[in-house]
């Protein structure tokens, strides 16, 4: 499973995730606008860091949400696919490759990851949350699993007056991960054939 796979997962989770009790006001925030956060619409530049701290791979393209359980990634550059959930199920579309990937939610993404994404946990039952402060226009908030098994170390979120701004994964192999939003709407109204998938023809399918 690829590493965009994972992270596009997880932010889809955290958003998906319902908030519990209020703390201090960078996580108070945070919790706020995961609670108020119902669709989501923003384009986006993911960035891949070695453990050199050099970038390997830059993509672009736009993501959808609508909650409960259903998101949207297309990647449009520098090649283009397509990861579409919905209905507990994940469809990952390498157009290049002519092949689609089906998979269960759960086995898409990480144990963890894909427990938040279903709703059923919630981040203080599953994360340590602790402010970073400011950097640049965003404010950050860091995610440390409290599963020790975890997939990865930490989450960071950047939040931009209210709003999702960025999000940084480290993982356990060195690799960091790192997302900038723009263009960002929150609670648009979306058509429900965004969430639909539909194998072109011609292109092979697997599923698991």
Same mark, same amino acid.
Not at 67 to 70: A, I, M, N, Q, S
Not at 159 to 167: A, E, Q, T, V
């Given at each position: 499973m690829s590493k965009i796979t994972i992270f596009a997962g997880l932010i889809a989770m955290m958003l998906f995730n319902a908030p519990g009790h209020a703390e201090d006001k960078p996580v108070r925030q945070l919790k706020a606008f995961l609670k108020n956060t119902k669709s989501l619409t923003a384009d986006f530049k993911?960035?891949?860091? =070695?453990e050199a701290g050099n970038p390997t791979q830059t993509s672009y393209g736009v993501f959808y949400l609508q909650?409960? #359980? %259903?998101f949207r990634w297309d990647y449009l550059k520098p090649f283009q696919q397509q990861i579409v959930s919905t209905s507990g199920k994940v469809w990952f579309y390498d157009t290049d490759l002519e092949q689609v990937t089906v998979k269960k939610l759960d086995e898409s993404v990480g144990s963890t990851p894909a427990l938040l994404l279903s709703g059923e946990i919630s981040l203080d039952d599953n994360f340590t949350m602790e402010h970073q402060g400011?950097? #640049?226009d965003l404010m950050w908030v860091k995610l440390l699993p409290k599963n020790q098994e975890s997939s990865f170390k930490y989450v960071l979120i950047g939040? =931009? =007056?209210?709003?999702? #701004? #960025?999000?940084e994964l480290s993982d356990n192999f060195g690799q960091l991960t790192r997302i900038y939003f723009s263009n960002v709407i929150l609670n648009p109204p979306l058509k429900q054939t965004l969430f639909e998938f539909n194998?072109? %023809?011609g292109v092979d399918v697997f599923s698991d």
């Open positions: 993911q960035v891949l860091i =070695n909650r409960p #359980g %259903k400011v950097d #640049g939040l =931009n =007056n209210d709003s999702l #701004g #960025g999000m194998a072109p %023809k």
